[in-house]
């Protein structure tokens, strides 16, 4: 009898068997200033943004540090995050550009800067994460003074 896999066999039968490394945390995800899920933020055409926000805790060790891929974010047109309707926009940001999305260890803030290619007009950004349900700011585009 094989103690292996359930012990029930009455043949060899190892084999590995692999799990899907799956986090057993519960992670918060907290948008840093100027972003706010209720509250739009103001960009001047032509500026760049900075949409920083926090993930915590880091564990496993590293996953803050590993940048998303272009499906892990998103611009939309229109306001309101109570729905994710509306027009999907270019994001311009190079797949897991290192520039682009950057992790802070001292203060524990992811960093994503969107070169601001968008008209003026209201926009949301959304955070998709394997880790969390998706995450919006709103955010206005105006003309600059």
Same mark, same amino acid.
């Given at each position: ?7 029930? $066999? ?17 992670? &918060?995800?907290? %948008? !840093?200033?100027?972003?706010? !899920? ?11 943004? %900075? ?7 880091? &564990?496993?060790?590293?996953?803050? &540090? ?32 290192? $520039?682009?999305? &950057? ?38 585009? !105006?003309?600059?003074?």
């Amino acid at each position: 009898m094989d103690a292996g896999i359930g012990g029930r $066999a009455l043949h060899f039968n190892d084999f590995v068997v692999a799990y899907p490394g799956v986090p057993n945390t519960t992670y &918060t995800f907290t %948008w !840093a200033a100027p972003l706010s !899920a209720s509250k739009p933020a103001h960009f001047e055409v032509g500026n760049s943004i %900075w949409a920083k926000f926090k993930l915590s805790p880091n &564990t496993p060790a590293g996953v803050a &540090t590993t940048a998303p891929n272009r499906d892990g974010y998103s611009v939309l047109q229109e306001t309101g995050c109570s729905d994710f309707t509306g027009a999907r926009q270019p994001t311009q940001t190079p797949k897991n550009g290192p $520039a682009d999305f &950057t992790y802070d260890p001292v203060h524990q803030l992811y960093q994503l800067r969107l070169p601001v290619i968008y008209k003026p007009g209201h926009y949301k950004l959304l955070v998709n994460s394997n880790l969390l349900p998706q995450q919006c700011a709103p955010f206005v585009v !105006a003309k600059d003074d």
